[in-house]
């Protein structure tokens, strides 16, 4: 007979929520719930989270009403503690029994290979769902990831918002409890204007559609998103444009309204004369509006916002959002045009008084040392190192403009737009918004020579004064964002396809440190270091493991480029038949080589070779060194990798056959000096011993 089971529905109702955790909070919430529920042994089906403004949800399907039965082990003392010489029960064993409840003859005995104890198997009959319920919840809500919890009223609770209903539901069966010091019930509430008044559920599976029917409430958070998706893109099309959805915002929206209603409103013509991404940061930063794009990419006058209600008069929600909106935009334009009567050249000198970094200097001390870096950059790249060096002069000039004071998100954005009114270069223009990239995961890279040079400039300048002034990050504390910095110059070097000396780089933005700080040059080895590190985390997104990485690594490539065509060789090699094989016997040579010392040589005396395999071995490596050596210099590891895997072979025939570590000293030397050979052959790659088999 299949065991009784029913659904369970659990919700807290409170004010609003934070935007910015509800997802979160109500996806922790459910795992929580549901993982706790497995563990007592009511684990249910499928499960279905809802998340709006006021309210945390979770229903659960076909939980079991009962916990089975569980048999319990008690483990006692050890058998040589529970008796004396004698064999009589010490008091160790009578406390035992007396704790479980029998007497010591009824207790048994458990023997594993550890040793031997006395224990007892107690019966504990399964209770309650409803009962459990109530405790689950509670160790629950204080997993939820919340930084700060609040206290409300005279109680001792403590939320992230004051709650004020709780149902708890299984089956029809209503759950009683006191939790967060609200009493549980089966009514819920329906949206704040709509339906205030409590709505009555009768089951779990009448909690969502009850809600949405007569409350006025889209429970589901995917469900929700998705109709202001559809909603906004409906009615840009009525508009004769597109919506510019940011999935961030999207997320945001939904997370502040519980019945969407897209609303379209407008605003001057003029006002698009403004740069439009200081328009488009006003309305979805600031206002949480859609922007629309005619078919073309460019702003049009007009934006979509998101009503949480039916207005009986949308044309009111419409001109309230437009007045809204208008002050917004008159000031963008008032800062526009304020900060164009100054050239973007002529505020360098009020840099002088904005401090980069104590030690460091000023963000015009900085401006100098980006713009003989970046100069120095382009020119290896083929470049005008002038478009190098005024763009680093020019790079930090909009951070003192009104405009990006007050929209702090646009700097190098207005700087671009600033510099190409001024006349600068397309290339300068484009490089000083370009700085910044990538300024998070997935981020665009700068299109531009000059803009790679002067965003390398930026990262490698900071990179090395932070290190150099001894403030590593370290844990959680990273102020100057160094792990985004290092990052974005290995996607820089590797992904534009840069042929540059790393190393050379950072020694270049030493020397523009020297004057100030002593510890520049010494900086440089730990710099590189750490920029490395990071490229075990890069190459993970990319499905490389790490001991490929560490492979590579231990030869030390400085070329970034260079370095990724070996991880792409290593990578194709490993999946080769020969690669097990070749790899442990690159880490036996290299634990031979290195426990011989000073033996090894370099020579190798073809006349001196005594057995078959040892001769054959020789002249497979010579005639494989003469097809890849081109190959290594061309910087073309995987067919040199590919030809070297033919090597298989002959040495595993060396191996199965030839004492390395002969008595004989010359036999020795010469058979240590073909390892060696064959060692530093592979060694053009990678450290083939560092591959995990």
Known sequence: MAEPRADLLIELGTEELPPGSLSTLADTLAEEIANRLDTAGVGGSTRRVFATPRRLAVHIKDVPLTQPDRSIERRGPALTAAFDAEGQPTKAAQGFARSVGLEVDALERLETDKGA????????????????????????????PIAKRMRWGAGDAEFVRPVHWIVLLLGETLIEAEILGVKSGRETRGHRAHHPAPLHVADPAAYAPLLETEGHVLPDFGERRAAIKAQVEALASELGGRAMLDEHLLDEVAALVEWPVAIAGGFEERFLDVPHEALITTMMDNQRYFPVLDAGGRLMAHFITIANLESRDPAQVR?????????????????????????????????????????????????????????AIAERLGADPDHGRRAGELAKCDLV???????????????????????????????????????????????????????LADKLDTLVGIFAIGQRPSG????????????????????RGLELDLHELLRLAAA?????????????????????????AYYAEKGIPADVIDAVLACRPTRLTDLDRRVQAVQRFRALAEAQSLAAANKRIRNILRQAGDEVGTQVRADELQE??????????????????????DGRYTPALMRLA??????????????????????????????????ALFLRTADLSRLQP
């Open 117 to 144: 104890w006395l224990c007892a198997y107690i019966h504990e009959p399964g209770r309650s769902t409803a009962e459990l319920v109530p405790e689950i919840l509670e160790a629950a809500l204080g997993k939820l």
């Open 319 to 375: 001109e309230g959002n437009e007045r809204v909106i208008r002050p917004r935009l008159h000031d963008a334009e008032f800062f526009w045009q304020q900060d164009r009567r100054q050239p973007l050249a002529n505020r360098r000198d009020a840099l002088r008084g904005m401090v980069f970094q104590k030690q460091l200097g000023t963000l015009f001390d900085k401006s100098e040392r980006l713009a003989n870096l970046a100069a």
């Open 401 to 455: 403009t009104t405009m990006v004071f007050e929209f702090t998100e646009l700097q190098g954005t207005m700087g671009r737009h600033y510099a190409r009114h001024d006349g600068e270069p397309q290339a300068v223009a484009q490089a000083i918004e370009d700085q910044y990239r990538p300024a998070h995961a997935g981020d665009k890279l700068p299109e531009g020579i000059i803009g790679q040079a002067l965003a």
């Open 476 to 495: 959680t504390k990273d102020p100057f964002a160094l792990r985004r910095a290092a990052l974005g110059v290995v996607r820089i070097l590797i992904e």
């Open 512 to 536: 523009g440190l020297s004057e100030r700080v002593e510890a520049a040059a010494s900086a440089v080895d730990e710099v590189f270091d750490y920029v490395m590190e990071r490229l075990t």
């Open 612 to 633: 078959d395999n040892e001769r054959e071995l020789l002249a497979a490596l010579a005639e494989a060194e003469g097809e890849v050596e081109p190959l290594f210099e």
């Open 646 to 679: 033919a090597l298989r072979g002959p040495v595993d025939a060396f191996f199965d056959t030839t004492l390395v570590m002969a008595e004989d000293e010359n036999l020795r030397r010469n058979r240590l000096a073909l390892l060696a050979r064959l060692s």
